[in-house]
């Protein structure tokens, strides 16, 4: 099994999204992962799945945790694939 591909769904001008990044890179140096953050403005279909959710955190194509951020919920679905 290779590198784990994490989604972060973000937005500008977001706290909630910058603690999330730093959580994630933070992580990273315990589990290797790449992140790949998305803006849900640039698309609508996710402007309306994620708008009031944000951000949103995807590990291997599975949303684990969003809004306000659980360290061991992230962590768990890293170490757990």
Do not use: R, W
């Not at 291997?60 to 170490?79: C, H, M, P, Q, R």
Request: glycine share 4%; net charge negative.
């Amino acid at each position: 099994m290779g590198v784990k591909k994490v989604i972060l769904y973000t937005k500008m001008h977001c706290p909630l999204c910058d603690e999330a990044h730093k959580l994630l890179q933070k992580l990273q140096q315990e589990v290797p992962f790449t992140i790949e953050s998305i803006d849900i403005y640039q698309d609508d279909l996710l402007l309306e799945k994620y708008g009031l959710m944000i951000p949103v955190i995807e590990v291997e194509g599975k949303e684990v945790d969003y809004g306000i951020l659980s360290e061991n919920k992230v962590k768990k679905a890293l170490t757990n694939f």
